[in-house]
Nanobody
Framework: QVQLVESGGGLVQAGGSLRLSCAASGSIRSIGTMAWYRQAPGKQRERVASITSGGLTNYSDSVKGRFTTSRDNAKKQVYLQMNSLKPADTAVYYC??????????????WGQGTQVTVSS
């Protein structure tokens, strides 16, 4: 059984910073691309950042220059450093990972989500 567990969400004032973490556990052969999505009330889910197993990153225009994603392959963790936060960043943040199992399958797993609220 594979699990992704996020942590680090919370309430912060505009201009502040938060760091989200996501840890993968279970029967894992390897982890491919890991990504962060967010969904605000009444809005579509948006992918904000991704990072390949080799460390190549990609960001949405809405967070470029403010958010940084990184990963620790040995710890099976991915991080999202969020700086200069804006009220528009308020959302539930989810991490995802393409995880190869020992059976040969490589599905995408989702975490349970963590709330980030930015007050003005």
């Amino acid at each position: 059984q594979v699990q992704l567990v996020e942590s680090g969400g919370g309430l912060v004032q505009a201009g502040g910073s938060l760091r989200l973490s996501c840890a993968a556990s279970g029967s894992i052969r390897s982890i491919g691309t890991m990504a962060w999505y967010r969904q605000a009330p009444g809005k579509q889910r948006e992918r904000v950042a991704s990072i390949t197993s080799g460390g190549l990153t990609n960001y949405s225009d809405s967070v470029k220059g403010r958010f940084t994603t990184s990963r620790d392959n040995a710890k099976k963790q991915v991080y999202l450093q969020m700086n200069s936060l804006k009220p528009a960043d308020t959302a539930v943040y989810y991490c995802t990972a393409v995880i190869a199992s020992w059976s040969g399958a490589s599905p995408t797993y989702w975490g349970q989500g963590t709330q980030v609220t930015v007050s003005s």
